[in-house]
Each structure stands twice: as structure tokens, then as C-alpha cells.
């Protein structure tokens, strides 16, 4: 296994994750918010796949799937197409409702593919490259991506976590 391979995995285990926390579930449990101020497996899904396909799109250079495709036309939300999620109010979670989990493993499933053609396509060298001189150190590929997996992986549980409150309700 090489380390594009082992990127490839990581994505693939993020869609496994949200698929399971949203199979089955109605409009009203996927917007759920266990209070006022705690995140929807909506907005978790969501979240996680607009930073995925908004952070691979930028080191790779290609559009986001999300205006490309339409994703963001069949969404409907009322946020800027840049939008991501990053310093959202409680209100703006709030404003994420789909009427099926479809359409938010829809979007995953494009943006995974997306994700995946470019990380095939990388070398262990690439990683090297860096890719945001903002930071101090600055941010190699490698790095990005090992966040943009964490970043998913961590609101895939919790996306998980909220789909367990459900089934106790």
C-alpha cells in the first residue's frame, strides 16, 4: 500500500461512517439537535463534505463539485455558494434541512469520487508540496489532507453519536 492508497482508504471510510449514521432516517431526525445549540447530523454531513470538497479542490486546482455539479442549486440554502460551515451561528445550523439523506450522501459520494481521482494521482513526493503559507509552519499537501480526515472523521462520529440519541428517543 502506498500513501495514495492509504488517503484513498481514509476517504472511503468517512462515506462508510455518514452512510451508516444516515441510512433510514426522515427529514425531521437528520435535522434534529439534541439543544438549541448542538449541530444536526444535517449540518454534520454537510459540513464535513463542503470542507472535503472546498479544501481538495483548492491544492488540487479544480472547481468545487458543489457549484460544478449543482449540488449547491439542489441544496437550496441561504448561504453564499462559498460557504462552509467554518463560524456558523446556531441559527445558521438551524437553516440546514434536506428532505432525505440522499441528497447529503449524494453530495459525499460525488466529492469522495472527486477527492479520490486526485489523490490517486499523487506521489509521495507531492505531499511535500506546501500548500498554505498562513500557518507556521507552513501546510504541506500531506497535511491538509491528514486534517481534511480528521476534521471528517471527527463530525462523521458525531453525526454517528446523534443517530444514537434518535434511536433512544
Known amino acids: 500500500m502506498n500513501s495514495a492508497d492509504l488517503l484513498?482508504?481514509?476517504?472511503?471510510?468517512?462515506?462508510?461512517i455518514v452512510n451508516d449514521a444516515v441510512e433510514g432516517l426522515t427529514?425531521?431526525?437528520?435535522?434534529?439537535?439534541?439543544?438549541?445549540?448542538?449541530?444536526?447530523?444535517?449540518?454534520?454531513v454537510w459540513h464535513l463534505t463542503r470542507v472535503q470538497d472546498d479544501h481538495?479542490?483548492?491544492?488540487a486546482g479544480i472547481d468545487q463539485v458543489w457549484t460544478s455539479e449543482?449540488?449547491?442549486?439542489?441544496?437550496?440554502?441561504?448561504?453564499?455558494d462559498a460557504a462552509?460551515?467554518?463560524?456558523?451561528s446556531s441559527e445558521d445550523v438551524a437553516k440546514v434541512k434536506v428532505?432525505?439523506?440522499?441528497?447529503?450522501?449524494?453530495?459525499?459520494?460525488?466529492?469522495t469520487?472527486?477527492?479520490k481521482k486526485y489523490v490517486a494521482t499523487l506521489t509521495d513526493k507531492d505531499l511535500d508540496r506546501v500548500v498554505d503559507t498562513r500557518w507556521d509552519p507552513p501546510v504541506t499537501l500531506g497535511v491538509r489532507l491528514v486534517s481534511v480526515i480528521g476534521d471528517d472523521?471527527?463530525?462523521?462520529?458525531?453525526?454517528s453519536y446523534i443517530r444514537g440519541l434518535i434511536e433512544r428517543l
Open 56 to 59: 481538495v479542490a483548492d491544492v
Open 113 to 115: 469520487a472527486q477527492t
Open 8 to 16: 484513498r482508504d481514509h476517504f472511503d471510510r468517512i462515506t462508510e
Open 99 to 111: 428532505e432525505s439523506g440522499d441528497l447529503l450522501t449524494g453530495y459525499l459520494d460525488a466529492v
Open 84 to 88: 462552509h460551515g467554518y463560524g456558523q
Open 70 to 80: 449543482g449540488w449547491a442549486r439542489r441544496f437550496d440554502l441561504p448561504f453564499d
Open 27 to 44: 427529514p425531521e431526525q437528520l435535522s434534529y439537535r439534541p439543544d438549541a445549540d448542538a449541530n444536526s447530523i444535517a449540518w454534520l
Open 153 to 159: 472523521l471527527q463530525h462523521a462520529g458525531q453525526a
